[in-house]
């Protein structure tokens, strides 16, 4: 995961990244990666999943793609989707 | 007002990490003297540690990683030289006809609101908080323009739900209270680096020698003996909530992250021009290293509450953090008072 990660991954296989990046560091024995829909809200009922998920979720970005979230506030609002959580890494990544 | 003439200021609104120090940023630079919210929270003192077992919120020990709501509005404008005009009401009737005469007359108003009534946040993110600030500056068929600091864009609130969060009931009742700038000062009249100075000073005080095991790094030592005591006196399960509490403050409740310290490393950076001194730039590269080590304690924490934690992630392992978090800040913190002495 980390060497694909770091490796130059084109959007759409980020998205697939990090599905599988969210169920298996978070440990979410019931969610199949490919059930995460790209504009599901990840923090909510479907998922389960809640703000103190939201910091092993900002620890697994900065380990797995070197992009830093620093503030939960701004977290927030990253971590709404998939599609939002790819866009950011994206804007932010490190050449 | 006559609801069908729109009113709209000018207001640059700017999302910040936190409300109080995000208003006052925010209705500072409407008035000309730009200044960011970092350096608002740096002047008035923010930056504070404390662990109040015998204090309750949502019946768990409260941690504090800044100081009591208001006081670095009242610090920081104290120590600038500027002049807030705050009024408060009993009537939300006269309370919101006062606002609609400042928006009419152009002047942006800061209101203290209870955050549950905003009918603008959406549902799973409303509390009950009654000191949450935010800056109204125009209105529109019934609805007021916000610029509230928690969200990036302004929003619209209806006249209700506003009147509703500014005279919510409970603890530290808002009772419709409005500030609105009623002088800054010119740059020939203010003491920006002395401001600084106090600021900094005052911070150094509260996280090295105030009486008592609460507070300061005594205070951080204090929880790391607490901490590691949890599992064996509270049971796994009760030890979690406290801890869940413990991480919520301290990542997730307007702090900028890692408590505060990613927004108070921000001021050191900003503060080593104004007060020509290179070493808070040093200060605060050391001060962001400790913001990471708090980011440490909470992703080992989290993963202690939700059953992910590997053996080695244990309360002890926490309790090592919080040490060393305490080791590095008492460290810092006499190294920042001599630096500004």
């Known amino acids: ?95 | 007002m006559n609801d069908s003439t729109a009113i709209e200021i000018p207001f640059h609104h700017r999302q910040s990490a936190h409300c109080e120090t995000g208003v006052l940023s925010n209705l500072v630079s409407h008035h000309g003297l730009e200044i960011s919210e970092a350096m608002v929270f740096g002047i008035g003192s923010g930056l504070f540690f404390g662990y109040f077992p015998f204090v309750r919120l949502n019946k768990l020990p409260l941690t504090a990683y800044r100081i009591a709501t208001g006081g670095i509005m009242s610090r920081t404008t104290k120590r600038l030289g500027i002049r807030l005009e705050w009024q408060k009401f009993r009537s939300p009737g006269k309370a919101m006809a006062a606002l609609d005469r400042m928006l009419e007359a152009g002047v942006p108003v800061g209101c203290r609101t209870g955050a549950y009534w905003l009918s603008y946040f959406p549902p799973r993110y409303r509390f009950h908080f009654n000191m949450h600030n935010l800056v109204a500056f125009g209105k529109n068929n019934g609805s007021y323009r916000i610029s509230d600091p928690v969200f990036p864009d302004p929003v619209d609130c209806p006249a209700e739900d506003l009147a509703k969060a500014r005279f919510a009931k409970g603890s530290m009742a808002p009772k419709g209270r409005m500030y609105h700038v009623a002088h800054v000062p010119g740059a020939d009249e203010m003491d920006l680096a002395g401001a600084v100075r106090k600021g900094i000073k005052e911070v150094c005080r509260s996280m090295l020698r105030v009486p008592g095991p609460f507070i300061g790094a005594k205070g951080i030592r204090y929880l790391a003996k607490k901490v590691e005591n949890w599992p064996a006196k509270l049971g796994d399960r009760r030890a979690a909530l406290h801890l869940g509490q413990i991480i919520r403050m301290q990542e997730e409740i307007g702090t900028g992250g890692g408590g505060f310290r990613f927004i108070y490393a921000a001021f050191l950076q900003e503060a080593a021009p104004i007060l020509a001194l290179p070493v808070l730039s040093e200060l605060s590269d050391r001060m962001t290293e400790i913001g990471d080590r708090w980011r440490d304690f909470a992703v080992i924490g989290s993963r202690i509450c939700k059953a992910r934690a590997s053996e080695s992630e244990s309360y002890s392992a926490l309790a090592e953090i919080l040490r060393d978090c305490a080791d590095r800040e008492a460290a810092l913190f006499a190294d920042l008072e001599d630096a500004v002495r």
């Open chain 1, 1 to 95: 995961m980390n060497q694909l990660a770091k490796s130059k991954i084109d959007p759409p296989d980020l998205k697939q990244s990090l599905k599988i990046m969210i169920v298996q560091e978070l440990n979410l024995v019931d969610v199949n990666p490919w059930e995460i829909e790209d504009d599901d809200p990840l923090f909510g009922d479907k998922f389960g999943l809640d703000s103190i998920d939201a910091v092993e979720v900002v620890f697994q970005i900065k380990a797995h793609f070197g992009v830093v979230i620093r503030d939960m506030k701004e977290g927030r609002k990253v971590l709404q989707s998939i599609n939002t959580l790819s866009e950011f890494i994206e804007k932010h990544r490190p050449a």
